[in-house]
């Protein structure tokens, strides 16, 4: 009898000591806003070093087709957790029926949203704009917020021609000099290289140094989910923020992880882009000195503050309904060496 107990308590000894990897994941469903490029790199990391898997987390990654799909599937309760537009969500919060999605790591600690142009045109501010042709797609996330941007550098936007471009076009058209200047994303700074601009003759007006006091994309979870699996949500923040600062160490181990889920990507073009939104949304100074994906509720509130310029709220969220800080690691954790 008493080899049995011994046996037996040796058994019970040996599943409690079952590392994380070795037992049942915890199955987690999420989805990108945009396609595997450079910049999604720090999350496929993650997934391809088994940071997710150290936490007993199965993860399935999907590319997306954008923030506003992208919520609605969130919603829906097709994924768990996805990355996608804080300011998108902060819109989509304000319909009376919204499911309450929120927001628990942030990872553009500044917006992509900017005016791309040729330094020949010298503009070098959004005033000089005034007498200029400015493309813009219709659906564009920066154009959208061009209306703030506008206000808040007293520009007349009556002595501007938009044109309506297309997506596949606009940085052709910039670079055949058919515009003076186009919204787009940092990022589509490559795209005007691509067209046949030199770097160093290549214009960026970055919107957030033009008084834009919004976040950028951050990654938010199924109110559903949360509630019923807090310690996963948890633990795919610690993983993702891992993965982050893997991609920050070393960006071309970053771009082979990428390349593994999009073989047809070119490393080199998707190392620049990498570099380039690290540089400009993710290791801002404010990181530097507060660490890795929380968000100062004060300048949350003048977020929604200043989408109120461009987006008539009917029922317009707080802060706290968007956001929240309790599944981040502790600040030691998340500081950036």
């Known amino acids: 009898m008493q080899r049995f107990f011994c046996g037996l308590a040796a058994a019970i000894l040996a599943v409690l000591t079952i590392p994380a990897a070795a037992q ?6 999420f989805l990108h806003e945009w396609r595997f490029e450079g910049h999604v790199s720090p999350f496929l990391v ?83 704009l005034e007498g200029r042709i400015l493309g813009a797609p219709a659906a564009d996330a920066a154009y959208s917020h061009w209306p703030i941007l506008a206000k808040l550098n007293d520009v007349d936007s009556s002595k501007i021609k938009i044109e309506n471009v297309g997506f596949p076009v606009r940085e052709a058209l910039l670079a055949q000099g058919q515009v003076d200047a186009v919204t787009a994303f940092s990022s589509n700074k490559l795209g005007v290289k691509a067209a046949g601009v030199a770097d160093g003759d290549i214009g960026m007006l970055l919107m957030s140094d033009f008084g834009l006091d919004l976040y950028g994309s951050a990654v938010m979870t199924n109110p559903a989910f949360m509630r019923d699996n807090p310690d996963a949500v948890r633990k795919f923040v610690k993983a993702t923020i891992k993965g982050f600062f893997s991609a920050f160490a070393d960006p071309e181990g970053a771009i082979a992880s990428l390349r593994k889920y999009n073989p047809v990507a070119k490393a080199d073009i998707e190392l620049e882009r990498l570099k380039l939104v690290t540089q400009l949304s993710y290791l801002t100074d404010d990181v530097r000195q507060n660490g890795f994906g929380d968000a100062d509720m004060g300048r949350l509130g003048r977020s929604i503050e200043q989408l109120a310029i461009a987006f008539q709220f009917k029922n317009k969220p707080k802060p706290e309904d968007v956001y929240t800080a309790e599944f981040l690691p502790p600040k030691d954790e998340r500081l950036v060496e």
């Open 24 to 29: 049942e994941l915890t199955k987690v469903r």
């Open 46 to 128: 993650a997934l391809d070093k088994g940071f997710y898997k150290e936490e007993g987390l199965d993860v399935t990654i999907d590319p997306g087709t954008g923030s506003l799909d992208g919520i609605n599937r969130i919603a829906a309760g097709a994924y768990d957790l996805g990355q996608m537009d804080l300011n998108a969500l902060i819109k989509y919060r304000d319909a009376t029926d919204a499911v309450p999605i929120k927001a628990v790591l942030i990872t553009y600690n500044k917006p992509p949203f900017a005016i791309l142009t040729l330094k020949k045109n010298n503009i070098t501010t959004p005033k000089d």
